[in-house]
Every structure is written in structure tokens, then in C-alpha cells.
């Protein structure tokens, strides 16, 4: 009795102590980083697709719309993507001429809508820039206001 119950608790502790080590032997999967000094950016027509959903449900585009609002979209980015790599600019400048470029694109988007789409439109906040949430945690203040 006293042997089996030995052996029993012999098992119990070789099973307590290999499980974990079992466990760990599991590759864990990490994002991939982007270089340093760089943020990682969501694909851009994947952004521009969840936009132009958000602005169907709500304003009901016609087929037509949707088109030209892309287009709109993908001018914008290419513009922005040219201001971004001109490093002749100061930084104020360049984001300063970036704001010039969204409300031009917001203008255009808007010139599209019939005029009660234009007033839901003009209900609906902007879309959301930079971080969302708190940078670390739930405890953690929330980022300055600009």
C-alpha cells in the first residue's frame, strides 16, 4: 500500500513538472514589427474599402458613387504619398498641405451626394487619426490633445 501510494505520488509530480515543459515546446507566433522609426500601416485599399462600407451603410451610395469616391480616395493617397516623401518641406508645411489635401477630398466626396446624403454627411464625425485606446493598458492616461 505504502509503495503504491509512493508511486502514485511519484506520477503525479513527474506529470505536475513535465506538463508546463510540454507546453513551452509550442511556437508562439509574434507579429512582425516594422523597421525602426517606422509605423506599421494598414494596406490602403483595405482602409479604403472598410471607409467606403462605412459610407454605404449610412449614406446608401449608388454604384456610381462608390466609383467616383475611390477614385477620389486613390488620388488622395497618391498625393499624400508624394507630400510624404518630399523632405524638401518642413514638417509643419507638409502637414499642413496634408490637411489641404483631406479637406479637398472631403469637399469632392461630398459634391458627389444628393443633398440629404450631404446632411447625414455633414452629421457624421471625421474619421479617426492616429492612436486608438490607451497606449499601455487600461491604467494608462490618455494620449495629449493636440
Known amino acids: ?5 509512493k508511486l502514485l505520488s511519484l506520477l503525479s509530480l513527474t506529470v505536475l513538472v513535465a506538463a508546463p515543459l510540454a507546453r513551452a515546446e509550442e ?3 509574434t507579429p512582425a514589427k516594422p523597421p525602426a522609426g517606422q509605423h506599421a500601416r494598414p494596406d490602403p485599399a483595405k482602409r479604403a474599402a472598410r471607409r467606403l462600407q462605412q459610407l454605404d451603410e449610412k449614406l446608401h451610395l449608388n454604384d456610381t458613387q462608390k466609383q467616383q469616391i475611390t477614385a477620389i480616395w486613390a488620388a488622395s493617397e497618391q498625393k499624400g504619398k508624394a507630400l510624404r516623401a518630399d523632405e524638401s518641406l518642413a514638417k509643419e508645411d507638409r502637414k499642413s498641405q496634408m490637411m489641404e489635401i483631406m479637406k479637398s477630398s472631403h469637399d469632392q466626396v461630398r459634391a458627389l451626394l444628393t443633398p440629404d ?3 447625414t454627411f455633414d ?7 492616429g492612436r486608438r485606446g490607451p497606449p499601455h493598458g487600461d491604467d494608462a492616461p490618455p494620449p495629449p490633445k493636440a
Open 1 to 5: 500500500m505504502k509503495t503504491s501510494l
Open 27 to 29: 511556437p508562439v507566433a
Open 117 to 119: 446624403q450631404q446632411k
Open 123 to 129: 452629421a457624421m464625425p471625421p474619421p479617426e487619426r
